[in-house]
């Protein structure tokens, strides 16, 4: 199983950026997880136009082949204003079924506080209508990031860092679990077609 994990903050060497790596580090149940920091790479304004994406000057092509190859995703935003980043939702937008349909997410937000709630909201409601992407039910808000999941240093960590690694633990484990059970369905959908099935490419 692969995982991709989208760090979506829009400045370089992010607290997004940092959460991502740690994610990473500790994602072993996966047997390959790659990391796309969204602000590396130069990606259109999306304007409904597929030629964009194709641009000479677009890294789309690279993204979109790590996304097909991917069983699963790690969305993580920033909060901005109380919403998921500009540039996360451009590539929600990009994303298409045949990229990310059907398969698990497992949504993170990041604030240097105590909120970051909303964007997890904003991204259930409106983040995957056409894309198809499956949020699962559990999500990680990592709140007052710069005091947690940093490098190991001499002083012992605290206990709401311990606690937010262990659950941190079993998000991953169950996102690798929902990775396993959404190959089948991705399977059956292409053996057992539902007629006019590309009528309904779209979610309603």
Not at 103 to 109: G, M
Not at 160 to 186: C, F, K, P, V, W
């Amino acid at each position: 199983m692969k995982l991709v994990i989208i760090s979506g903050s829009q400045r370089k060497h992010s607290q997004s950026a940092k959460v991502a790596e740690f994610l990473r580090h500790h994602s072993q149940v996966f047997e390959e997880v790659n990391h796309i920091e969204l602000c590396n790479f130069n990606l259109p304004f999306w304007d409904g136009e597929q030629s964009s994406k194709n641009d000479d000057s677009s890294a789309w092509q690279y993204i979109s082949h790590q996304l097909i190859q991917a069983d699963a995703f790690i969305l993580i935003t920033p909060e901005w204003g109380g919403m998921a980043t500009p540039i996360l939702k451009n590539f929600l937008l990009m994303a298409t079924v045949s990229e990310t349909g059907h398969k698990p997410a497992l949504l993170v937000s990041v604030v240097n506080g105590i909120s970051g709630a909303y964007p997890i909201a904003e991204l259930r409601m409106n983040a995957m209508k056409n894309n198809k992407l499956v949020a699962v039910p559990d999500h990680l808000i990592i709140r007052n990031v710069e005091q947690v999941l940093n490098a190991p240093t001499t002083k012992p960590l605290e206990e709401r860092d311990i606690s937010l690694r262990d659950r941190i633990g079993y998000s991953l484990q169950m996102l690798h679990q929902y990775s396993r059970a959404l190959a089948t369905i991705r399977n059956q959908k292409l053996s057992d077609v539902y007629p006019k099935q590309q009528e309904y490419a779209y979610g309603m």
